[in-house]
């Protein structure tokens, strides 16, 4: 609510204010709300000078309604569904990745988090011919491995480093050091960026908690303070840039021994979807590359959905997958 007072509109002037408050008009919703005619009488103020303030106020300080439909017509339009390349993982995330959002998959050392990252952002550069941001707090993401990736998609090396070239990497080992990368990509106009001919879609983080942990708890209110600015950027980044942005967090385990996302409460509010990893068991096995992806928040989809993929066989099960569907279409 915007108190009337000097300076806010021209013909605004302590005099006409004064009159006005006689009447106990004192803000801009009362005075436009009230009838022009009736406050030139009550207030002897000029009908003239009365409309034409009202109308330059009407303009500054009130807004067109606008449908429901309209808005979601917008949204239609501005927002994008990203495939990770896994439909297990699509499932899950109802399509895929969305812009204007901020998806988290968590889980415990050697789930997979990384793993999928690199596999998502591989998928998006060659597949969607698209740009990945991938901020790397870790040192997990190593080109041997996106190359090796790349290799399973396509044999033709050109296409090979085109996309390695729309994979634009930062590494990172300090959360001051992340804040200021975000800072200087979402000041310098994200959205326009382009590499190596694709627009950027995605932003990756991986992983947030790898800086923030250990600043966190007890007393350290720095800490606290850090991470909801880093939250504020990533928001940011999000919805003015309406960028997919998906980020990595470890777990901990709550009083009832369930794995729980890590970094507190303050955080879980953060991330629109939520996506749990975990190591498929194997009796007789010392490894195995199966693992579970549990989905634990998401505003789109029933919580708790669970679906089981290979983190080996990524790009098989993708090939699979549209194989078994042409095979449909064609029955």
Known sequence: MVVLREGICPGLNEDFIKALQAEDIRTVEDFVSSNPEELAQKCSLSYKALVAVRRVLLAQYTAFPVSGADLYEELLSSTAILSTGSPSLDKLLDSGLYTGEITELTGSPG????????????????QLKQSVFYIDTNGGICANRLLQMLQTKTSNMEEQMEALQKIKVFRVFDVYSLLSSLQHLRSNGLQKASIGGGSVKVLMVDSVSAVLSSMLGGKQNEGMSLLMQVAGELK?????????????????????????AGLGQSWSHVPRTRVLLQRVESP?????????????????????????????????????????????ESS
């Open 236 to 260: 940011m980044i999000a919805k003015d840039l309406n960028l997919a942005i998906l980020v990595t967090n470890h777990v901990t385990k709550d009083g009832n021994g369930q794995l729980k």
């Open 111 to 126: 789930s997979g988090k990384t793993q999928v990252c690199l596999s998502v952002a591989v998928n998006i550069s060659h």
């Open 284 to 328: 007789g096995a010392s490894s195995t590359s199966l693992r579970t992806a549990t989905l634990t928040k998401s505003s789109r989809q029933a919580c708790h959905l669970v679906e089981e993929f290979d983190l080996c066989h990524w790009s098989e099960e993708m090939r699979t997958s549209i194989s078994g569907k042409r095979k449909l």
